[in-house]
């Protein structure tokens, strides 16, 4: 069969809404493009650990605590969960490592901003989490099989750091006037870099196309990040807080609210390597990874010994 | 030894007590004790199991999706297999 003959196989089976799975001819840029995807969304979660884990000795109270553990174990299963679907595209696990500890894969930018008070993890629950879900739920039903089902597996596990975040500040909110100062400056932080997270304005997103005809994107940039500012501008109500964007405004006609203009050369800058803990963040993820060799090798060790027994009994 | 030449394990959880066990995803681990403990830590945090597998993915062996089609087309003629296939009057009961 010609490849013209195979891709057109591929495709149809895609517009009909039939999974691809991992032995099935797929065209390699299609193949190349998951991986990528996929991998870069696998070191967020992975990266996305850092920041969290700052607060874990911190936490105000024993239940914040345990949660927030909870919270940071289930990004290390979300990392595993996308590392091991990268892996039926046959991208190695060392590999992919190797491209995010020298700097050639990229991971989300938002987890290159400090978490500076506990406040902040509240915001980063409602927000980034909740921009998250956003950008995941309708990777869900992606073409690729294996991507949608560990994304399923995630989703279902985000909703609770999405909650606990805004009880977090809730919480805070309801509390003294320092606590609420402390409320509305997280919120201020977090709201831009949340609201860019959904990557750069549709006309300058040239791959868009492509990917929403192979349904590994299914929404375009502009329309989910709009989605989020809609359903936040009202949640904020509830917290009696701000968004820190003197445009925000609910406009009748189009139905949405509208939103003032995103700072693009902050957002290259940070995507570029100089946001405020871009080297932070590497160094400590490379860190973790060379400080657990002896653990990997003691494993192995272990495992090699008891095999040796097993055979001698 | 390197990470990388710890082998790659297929999860299969068994959700509860009568129900099979599921193929869940894959991970690496150094033995098969460790791939079950990964496994739990991995895919069981919410209580998802009862009973969990683990084979080495290099023992799983595979049909082709090529030959999908010639592979499953001896069932394709077949209706008469199914229930339905039979044409019977409305006033026989319990059948």
Request: charged residues 25%; negative net charge.
């Amino acid at each position: 069969m010609s490849v013209q003959d195979l891709e057109k196989i591929f495709q149809d089976k895609i517009d009909a809404d039939i999974r691809i799975e991992p032995k099935d001819w797929m065209p390699d840029a299609y193949r190349k493009t998951l991986i990528r995807q996929m991998s870069q969304h696998a070191h967020s979660e992975i990266v996305g650990m850092l920041p969290e884990a700052n607060w874990i000795t911190r936490a105000p109270t024993l239940r914040r605590k345990a949660t927030l553990i909870a919270k940071v174990q289930d990004e290390a299963g979300h990392g595993l969960y996308l590392y091991a679907a990268t892996e039926t595209l046959g991208a190695g696990r060392e590999e992919l490592l190797e491209q995010l500890h020298t700097g050639k894969a990229k991971y989300s930018s938002i987890f290159n901003y400090p978490t500076l008070t506990w406040a902040d993890m509240g915001a980063i629950g409602w927000l980034v989490d909740g921009a998250a879900i956003m950008n995941q739920v309708p990777l869900c039903r992606a073409s690729y099989g294996p991507y949608a089902r560990a994304m399923v597996r995630i989703c279902k596990e985000e909703s609770f750091h999405q909650r606990q975040g805004f009880e977090i500040l809730l919480t805070l909110s309801k509390g003294s006037a320092g606590q609420r100062r402390m409320c509305q400056d997280a919120i201020d932080r977090w709201w831009w870099p949340s609201v860019m997270m959904f990557g750069p304005n549709d006309d300058a997103s040239p791959h868009t196309a492509q990917s929403m005809q192979w349904k590994i994107k299914r929404f375009s940039n502009d329309e989910l990040r709009q989605r989020f500012v809609d359903i936040c501008a009202e949640q904020v109500k509830i917290l009696g807080m701000t968004i820190p964007d003197p445009d925000l405004k609910w406009n009748e006609q189009r139905q949405h609210y509208d939103f003032g203009a995103i700072d693009w050369d902050e957002f290259w800058n940070v995507v570029k390597g100089n946001g405020p803990c871009n080297k932070e963040r590497l160094a400590a993820r490379v860190r973790a990874h060379e400080e657990g060799a002896w653990v990997r090798e003691a494993a192995t060790a272990h495992a090699e010994k008891r095999e040796l027994k097993k055979d001698r009994a | 030894m390197a990470e990388n030449q710890w082998p790659l394990w297929e999860v299969f959880i068994r959700s509860k007590q009568g129900l099979d066990h599921k193929h869940a995803g894959s991970l690496h681990a150094a033995d098969a004790q460790m791939a079950i403990e990964n496994a739990r830590d991995v895919y069981t945090r919410r209580m998802e199991g009862v009973s969990i597998w683990v084979v080495e993915s290099k023992y799983v062996h595979a049909s082709s999706p090529d030959d999908a089609t010639s592979f499953y087309e001896p069932a394709n003629d077949k209706v008469y297999r199914h229930p339905t296939f039979y044409d019977l009057p409305d006033e026989l009961k319990h059948m």
